[in-house]
Each structure stands twice: as C-alpha cells, then as structure tokens.
C-alpha cells in the first residue's frame, strides 16, 4: 500500500520492534524513527515503517493495538548502550527465588512454627502469599500492556501514577533497598562470627569487618555486571538449594543429636522422627521469648515472617536487562512463588512433624544441628542465602536510582543517570547504594528501622496494585494487558491486603512511611519535572470534571454565588490587562483567546506554535486561565464562535474583555500578518528566565477599523454577555501576592463612576456619556453631530434591584477591592484596595440649596443599596456630584449652558456626546490622584451601525479614556442580580 493510504500504515502504525531510552545526560539523542513508549497503560507510539534503529533491542513487550504521540517517554535501552540479554530463569526466576528463600528459612521458620503451630503458620504463609501473589498479578498486567524500561516498580508507577508518585514511592522503595543490603549482610556477619569466632572479644567489630568484606564482595559482583550477576546467582542458587534440600530430608531420617538452648547454652538431646510430633504441634502454643521482647503473640509472630515473600520485586527491578520483560516478569515471578510456596509448606510440615515443640522453640539453629553429614552444609546455604540477598537489593537498587536519576526527578540525582557503554551499568548508583550499606552496617544494629523497612515494602506493593485498579476500572481504552489473568477486584484486593498488613505489622511506622510519601509527593508536586507520561492522573482528573460538568450543565446557577467568567480577547500581550482579568474573575472562569486572520490552512502551525507560547507563559506567570488560539479570514464571526463555545456545560463566559481599539495614523503599515504574530511568540518566550515586570507588546485587534469593532461590541452585547473595554494597563509583575498597579505606595483606590439619573430600584443597562444613551447615528461623520435622545428611565417603586449595569459596577470595584494580587503581598486589613463610588446625577435645582438636598437624598438611597448588597465601604468614599459640583470642577463647562444661573438640564442635554465624554474625562482626572483603576460606564453602541456612526462613537469613548489610569468601560449584557441578598 502506498504511503498515500493512512488506514494501514500511518504515523500511529506500531513497528514489530525497535526501542527507544529514556533520557539521560551520558548518551545520544534517539534517532526519530525508534519507538516511543511507557508501561503501565500509557500510549506508545511508533513512526511510520516502524524501522529499528541501530543499537536497539526487542523488548518483546508491546499492547495489542496501543497508539501514542510523540511526547509518551522513550523506553529501553539507548542508542550506543548494548542492552543485557537476560532470560526468565536467570534474570527473574532465580533472583527472585533467592530473594524469597532467605535467611528467615534458616534461622527463623523452626521457631515459627513451634510458637504458632503448624496450621497458623501454614494460615501466615498463605496469607502473606497470597498477598505476594495479587501484588504480582497486577505488575504482569502493567509490563505486558507497553514497554518497560529499567526502574521495575518505579517505572510502573510513575508512568501510570505520574512522577509524584513515582518519585514518592521509587525513593521509598530505594531505601527500603539500601537498608537492605546492609541488612543482608549483617546478617552474613553474624552467622559468620557466631560459627566461626564465638568467643571474640569485640564481637561487634569483628561482625562489622565482616560485612564490609561481604558488602565488598557483592560490590564487585555488580561493578562486573548484570552478565557477571546472573553467572554468580545461578553458582548461589544452585549451593543453597543443595543445602536446603539436604536440610529438608535431614528431618525425615530418624537419629538422635544434641543441641543447645540458643537463650542460654543449655545442652539437651532431642530427635528427628517424623511425623510424630504432627498432632502436637498443630496449633499455638505462645510463650515468653526475647525475640517477642515478652510473651509472644500472632500478630508479633506473623511481622517476624512476612519478610519471607518481599522479594518478588527482583525480576521487575531488572526489567531493562531482560531480554523479554512481559515474558519473563510474569512468568518468572510466579513460578518463584510457587516454588517458594512449595518449599515452605513442606519445610512447615517436616519440621513441625519431626522435633518436639520444645526443640522448635529454644533451638534456632536447628536447621543446621539436624543436617545430616556436617552442619557446615547449612552454614554455607545460610552465607549464600545472605550474601545473595544482599546483592540482589544492591543490584536491584541502583537501577531504581539510575530510572529516576535519568527522569530528572531532583537534580542532586543527575549523576546516578550514568549507564555503562556496555550493558548500560549503573555503577555509579551501584557505588552510592554500597556507601549507604556501609555506612548503615557501621550503625550496627538496625532493628530499630527494620519494620519501617517493611513498611516501605508494602506501602509500594499497594500502590502497584492501585496503579493496576484504576487503570482497569476507569476502562481505559489503551490498556489491554496480554496477561489475562487479573481482574479490578483482584488489584483493589491486593491494594487494600497490603495496606492492612502494613498497619497491622506496625500502625505508628505505617503511619510515618505514609507521612514520608506524603511529604515527598508535596515536594515532588511543587518542584518535579513536567512531564508529558500519559499518567492516569489526567485521567482521573478528566473523568472528576466531566460528572461534575454533568451535574452543573442541570443545575440552576444562583445570584448569590455570580463571578466574573472572563474572554479575554488578545490583541498582543498585555501584561497589565491579564494581572487584571486574574484578579477580577475571583476564582471563575478565564479564557485567553486570540483570532489570527487569514486562511486556516496557511498558518495553521503558527497558530499553535502561539497556543504554546501562550500556554508557556500563563504557566510561568500562574495566570488561572485557558488559552485559545484559531484562525479565520472573517474575524467577527469568529468571534461570535468564541462567545458561543467558550466554556462547557453550566461553566460558560458571561463577560467578554476588549482591548481598547486604537486608530491607525496614515503611516500605519498593515501588521497583521504571520510576522506579527511571530514577535508574539518571541515576546511570550522571552521572559522564561525572568518571571518578574513584563513589558507590554499591545496590539490591536485584528480589525480593520472602528467598525468591526463596533460591530463587536454589539455582537456581545446581543449575545447577552458583559463587556469590558479595557484601555491603559501597562507593565505589570505577574505571580502570587504581587502587585498589578506600581504607580502608588499608598492603598490605591478603585473608583466606580455612575453617571445619569439612577434610583436604587430600578435597573440602568447601559448609560451614555452622561445621561443619553447612544442611539441613531447621523450620516456624518464627526462626532460632534451624532445625535443622542433621552432615556427611559422608570422608577418603580419596591425592593432594592441589584440587577443591571450600576450592580455590575459596584459588583466588581468590590471583588477588585479584596484581591491579593493587587497588594504587593499580604496585609493586614481585609481590604487591599480602597472603593470609591461617585454619582454623577442630573441634579441641578434652582440653587445650590435645593440641589444639595437632592443630593443628600441621592447619597442616601446609593449608602443604602451598599448597606443592602453588604459592599464594602466607608460612608466618606460614596460621592455625589450635582451639576453645580460640575461648573466648579469644570470651569469650561459653563460655557455651554445657555443659563449658567439656572443649569436647566434640557440645555446639558444638547451637549455633543464628544464634549460630554471630555467634560466627563476631566472630572474623573480631577478625582484621580490616588486611583489604580477605574470602572466606567461604557455608551451604548450605535444601533445602526455605518463607517461614519462607528468612528464618532470611537470618538467618544476614546475622549471619555483618555489620560486616565487604568480604566474599564463597562456595559451589562446580562439579566441577572450581580449582588444576592440571599444567605
């Protein structure tokens, strides 16, 4: 099929093998045609033709049908970095079995079973098997459903979990391995010091020295390689077993010996004879014993043997030298578990059959008495069994540390991301681990974080089986492991045993590894990479906001809890008018938009290298906010599109934010092309280093004049929606707790200006520059001759009406008024702007007298209606300013009354709209000194819209904005209370 037919060969076509690595700082950069993937559900993705690139090997992991993007995580082995060939036997099989079969089998089980009996032990076992056994059917589910790199559970984790918790759990499950090779190997030391040097006179000097050379000689093991360990674990595997087997048919041949009370030294005789003492060692029997610090019991004694099956982890931790991880893990783990199961039921069953309880209780080295020929045969197993496990949690270890370093987690683990050219060897992880081993066996004694060790176990089994439970309950459509053989309720069975087991061997360390968790899941939340993992926490996050999206498109939205839904229409990047908006929405609804013009088609690309751009710097300036970015060669319609679909459900845009249209001058070039926008994108990028003042790129809309803008201000308008003309917001620093307004030190204060006839029971939607809404143009073009007529303006009597545009202006000035933003940081007061209301009223009286009458009476119904909609000010900050205030503010407006004495209103009424707005701009400079920002009716729109109408209304409105600070022309397009009275 040619290249032409996407149905079988296009860019989600996955290759038959070919893996790519993850990244590191010592290797290449992957050629683009490897493979793309991560675990644990996580989309994988493969170029088209699906060519392996050189140095690569077959995972042989891959999810039936699974597709991906670019961005999934690169797994496997990197180019130049000869991968390991290890199969199931010796790279999981064996390792695991090692681990599993330690030295508790030796040391511990006899006693075991003489305290709780041969049917609780065998009831521990299988618990803790099964247990085991769940934990490992969910990590098959997660290998065989993508590719897994070097890290086993970590990896598992943070692909799915993402790299919180990831990291929270691969750190734990480091340290959980870190005390476990020192551990293991004093655990060597003191077998070593009690058969070879019982009367030593420092004896825990002499078990120190001896763990260092055991801890030197699985460090040279694991320097040598994963080649080298799995030589050596086969050596290991095959002279404990011997010792083992020999051990187990040791019970079954009748003899007499003698054996010593390990409390004491007391010598006694006892016998093997099996099954004798089957039936009197069947159930409990507790008694007091210094390994339960007093009188024994089940709970102590199942904490003591629960370690036995914490070491099906080995095999996934080598999952990047297998050859075939989904094959191997699997297979290899459960194959260990069985054979681990079988041993330990029939090691349970000769022993408990064989001696005497009294024997079992006080003799912990019976294993090694009872061995027939030399009990240096057990000796030996019980070396290997240590020095085995030891390495096993060194090597296993470092390639945890190594997978994290190279995730960039935390920077201080960069160097641990170094692999070997030859087999990718984490040796300098390797030598770290060995330090924290050493370092740890100097301690001594450790009994103290054993069980946080154990903790540490469980809380990363559990997070496994969690990981493998939500993936399959959320029906994934990507997650399709071809291991079968689990199930949701087997994961959250396996999750909810693990945590119970956890608090039940120990609720105070349980309690402490999940504070640790937590705390490194803060940490790793604020100062973790980003990542593009594909992690079910999107997925959960997106299933979370579509049921509660549902729930809101049905309900009925309440005054009471009104905000600001912003649309922010972008022209450049003003950085004043965004700190703006993110204060002014008060946890609603913002949505950055910008409309490139031209053909979709032909700058498709820069549109989304914008969105990028934009999205970039939102994120660095923790601006709340969506961005988007589209294209259309007709620009109002849009958007008219924008206003329409912005939002989702009941979470929708009720007010759009214009930046103020500024016109051109003759020698304007046209700057609306993909070059503009290109310095746009350098503009947003350029501040990642300094996050703190950024310079404003303004721009104008992408309109060719006045009246496309004009047509926009309508189109918001009629489509019920609030608009907000924004004009003269300059730099500003951007972030939590920083300031917007930088002019002032004082407590700036934000003005809120009404201007016309208002009574607090009635609703004014959109008055004009003075008392006039703007209505049919005349066919002129200047603005002095546009022609205006009186508004309607019923007073109803009855409650108080918190609807309508002076609601929606006090509404704001309040939500800007407790806003931290503004503040320059945290303050003391509750309020960190101070509001201020002024009315201008048509008030003019035949003297000065009757006019501050009716002034005091209009002051006193707007303190009202701010007493009702409980708005925060002071008595002082609400102003009246009648006409005769205005012949003194504004001396030049004398001029124009026909009767100055009297201030007839019919005559202010027959002022041109253009001197109105600049009588108005004077005023509002006159009050001004101290103010940060501004709300400000805006005039309605023309409703007929010509070239001549929309530039004089341009005209107006850019005299009544001129020169001012920040200012926000308001008009309401909505039919709601703003301000609820309602409890």
Aim: with cysteine.
């Amino acid at each position: 099929m040619s290249e032409s037919q996407p149905l079988l060969g296009g860019a989600g076509q996955r290759a038959s093998s070919g893996i790519a690595a993850a990244p590191g700082p010592h290797w290449p950069t992957p050629t683009p045609s490897a493979v793309e993937a991560s675990s644990g559900g996580v989309l994988i993705s493969t170029p088209t033709g699906g060519t392996r690139s050189p140095g690569y090997q077959n995972a042989g992991s891959t999810a039936a049908g699974a597709a991906g993007t670019a961005g999934d995580v690169e797994v496997a082995q990197h180019v130049g970095h000869v991968k390991n060939q290890l199969g199931t036997i010796n790279g999981c099989y064996v390792p695991c079995l090692l681990n599993i079969m330690g030295i508790i089998l030796f040391l511990r089980l006899g006693w075991i079973v003489g305290e709780a009996g041969i049917l609780v032990t065998l009831a521990m076992l299988t618990i803790a098997t099964l247990q085991a056994v769940l934990t490992v059917l969910s990590v098959s589910a997660l290998v065989t459903n993508g590719m897994i790199s070097t890290g086993g559970s970590y990896f598992m984790i943070s692909r799915c979990l993402g790299p919180e918790f990831g990291g929270a759990i691969g750190l734990l499950f480091y340290a959980a391995y870190a005390m476990g090779v020192a551990f293991y190997s004093l655990g060597f030391a003191t077998t070593v010091q009690s058969t070879f040097f019982p009367d030593a006179a420092e004896p825990m000097w002499i078990m120190r020295l001896i763990a260092s050379l055991g801890l030197l000689f699985i460090l040279t093991i694991s320097m040598l390689g994963a080649e080298f360990f799995s030589k050596f674990n086969v050596l290991f595997f095959m002279v404990q077993f011997g010792s083992i087997a020999i051990g187990m048919i040791s019970f079954l041949i009748p003899r007499d010996f003698t054996v010593q009370f390990t409390s004491n030294g007391t010598a006694f005789n006892t016998s093997t004879s099996f099954p004798k003492h089957a039936h009197d060692n069947l159930y409990p029997d507790l008694t007091v014993s210094e390994s339960c610090h007093g009188k024994c019991d089940i709970h102590t004694i199942f904490a003591i043997m629960f370690p036995m099956v914490t070491g099906i982890m080995e095999g996934a931790n080598l999952s990047g030298d297998l050859k075939n991880p989904a094959h191997s893990i699997p297979v290899g783990t459960l194959s260990a578990l069985l054979t681990a199961y079988i041993i330990y039921t029939l090691q349970i069953t000769f022993m408990g059959g064989s001696f005497n309880r009294s024997t079992l209780v006080n003799d912990q080295n019976i294993y090694q008495d009872a061995c027939v020929g030399s009990p240096y045969i057990v000796v030996v197993g019980i070396l290997i069994s240590s020095l085995s496990s030891g390495l096993g949690s060194l090597f296993g270890g470092s390639r945890v540390l190594q997978a994290m370093a190279r995730d960039d987690l935390m920077g201080i683990l960069k160097p641990f991301a170094y692999g070997s050219k030859k087999g990718d060897e984490p040796r300098v992880a390797v030598a770290f681990t060995w330090v924290i081993a050493q370092a740890c066996v100097m301690i001594g004694d450790l009994d103290v974080v054993a069980p946080i060790e154990t903790s540490f176990f469980c809380l990363s089994y559990a997070v496994v089986n969690l990981t493998c439970f939500i993936l399959s309950a959320m029906g994934a459509p990507n997650f399709r492991p071809r291991f079968k053989f689990y199930s949701w309720p087997t994961a959250l069975l396996g999750a909810i045993l693990n945590i119970v087991v956890m608090f039940y061997l120990n609720w105070i360390y349980a309690a402490v590894t999940l504070a640790c968790m937590l705390l490194l899941y803060v940490y790793l939340s604020l100062y973790g990479p980003a990542t593009d993992w594909g992690d079910i926490t999107n997925e959960l996050i997106y299933h979370q906001v579509r049921k509660y999206l549902l729930r809101l498109s049905t309900m009925q939205s309440h005054s009471k809890y009104w905000k600001p839904n912003l649309l922010v229409l972008a022209g450049g990047c003003d950085a004043g008018l965004l700190a703006f908006c993110n204060a002014l929405k008060k946890g609603g609804l913002m949505v950055i938009a910008q409309v490139l013009p031209g053909r979709r088609a032909d700058i498709h690309a820069t549109s989304l290298r914008l969105r990028d751009a934009w999205n970039g710097f939102v994120k660095r300036h923790r601006l709340k906010s969506f961005v988007h970015t589209t294209a259309s060669e007709d620009i109002n319609l849009a958007y008219r599109i924008l206003m329409d679909t912005s939002g989702l459900g009941g979470l929708v845009i009720n007010t759009v934010v214009v930046p103020f249209f500024e016109a051109k001058r003759d020698d304007d070039e046209d700057v609306f092309d993909v070059h503009m926008y290109e310095q746009l994108i350098t503009h947003l990028n350029k501040d990642k280093e300094n996050v703190n003042t950024v310079p404003a790129m303004k721009c104008n809309l992408p309109l060719d004049s006045a009246l496309p803008f004009c047509r926009l201000v309508s189109d918001i308008l009629a489509y019920n929606k609030n608009c907000v003309i924004a004009r003269n917001f300059g730099e500003a620093v951007l972030g939590r707790r920083r300031r917007i307004y930088t002019h002032t030190s004082a407590l700036p204060n934000v003005d809120v200006w009404i201007f016309g006839s208002w009574t607090a029971n009635n609703r004014q939607r959109a008055p004009s520059a003075l008392s006039v809404p703007m209505s049919e143009s005349s066919t002129n073009s200047t603005a002095d001759d546009y022609d205006a007529s009186t508004p309607s303006m019923e007073e109803t009597p009855g409650p108080i009406c918190f609807t309508g545009l002076v609601a929606l202006l006090v509404q704001l000035g309040q939500i800007l008024q407790v806003s931290r933003i503004g503040a320059g940081g945290l303050r003391k007061q509750r309020s960190l702007h101070r509001v201020r209301i002024f009315h201008l009223a048509n008030i003019a009286g035949s003297s000065a007298t009757e006019a501050n009458a009716e002034a005091l009476l209009a002051e006193q119904q707007l303190r009202e209606f701010c007493k009702e909609g409980r708005v925060d000010i002071e008595d002082q900050d609400i102003k009246i300013v009648t006409l005769h205030d205005l012949k003194q503010l504004v001396p030049e407006y004398c001029t124009y009354i026909h009767d100055s004495n009297s201030g007839d209103l019919s005559d202010v009424e027959q002022l041109p709209p253009t001197l109105q707005a600049t009588i108005l701009n004077t005023l509002m400079k006159h009050h001004a000194d101290n103010t940060c920002q501004l709300f400000v009716p805006l005039p309605e729109p023309p409703r007929h819209l010509t070239d001549a109408s929309a530039s004089a209304y341009m005209h107006v409105i850019d005299r009544l904005s001129a020169d001012l600070p920040p200012v926000a022309l308001v008009a309401s397009g909505e039919t709601t209370s703003y301000i609820s009275t309602s409890m």
